[in-house]
């Protein structure tokens, strides 16, 4: 970890600071309906998130079909279509900020350290969600056109700018793979939160700077670091 003082804290957003997983997993399957696919369970959702909606689409397709793949599937335009039109009047129905995420921002906010949010979230939902549920984050850099999906490091990249922080005073927070790939390849130690899609195991063998369970140790960590 950053032995100096924290400036700014980059989050991840699905599965770090709200869990989405009910309004994905409507999403998906009135894409899949529209098709007369069978429905995908909740936990087949958590698998396949990460990458964007694109991916979360493309995977259940083929899940239906019994394969794995990342080729894009024939009916791929047409269910992400129907996906998004879903999911753009629906994506804050049943989702909402993981218990101690609202405190853990209140706190870090009161310690004068900028926020920002990252996310492979296509930029409109991202926003709206923003807006209804954590409204007090600074920034929020959703994907759109030039912006490429993480792991790249375009999105952390855009928000430092935002944020005018420099990368030794900075700390990303996410809760699975494409976070410690993003951390990594953004150059930014990289602390993974359990309470989301991933489990304690998974996580730690990813190798992350810390490993965190509650909201709350996120307060702790950065008050230890600047002292």
Known sequence: MNDGKIKAVIFDLDGTLIDTLDDLTDAVNVALGKLSKRKIDRETTRRFVGNGVGKLMNRALWHTEGKSSEDIHPDYNKALADFTAYYDKHS????????????????VHSLGIKTAVVTNKYDGAAQALKAKLFPEVNFLVGLTEGIRPKPARDGVDTALS????????????????VDVETAKNADLPMIAVTWGFRDRALLESLKPDKVIDKPCELISIIKALAV
């Open 162 to 177: 935002l944020l005018g922080a420099e990368r030794g005073g900075v700390v990303y927070v996410g809760d699975g793979e």
């Open 92 to 107: 804050a129905d049943k989702t909402r900020l993981y218990d101690g995420v609202k405190e853990m921002l209140d706190g």
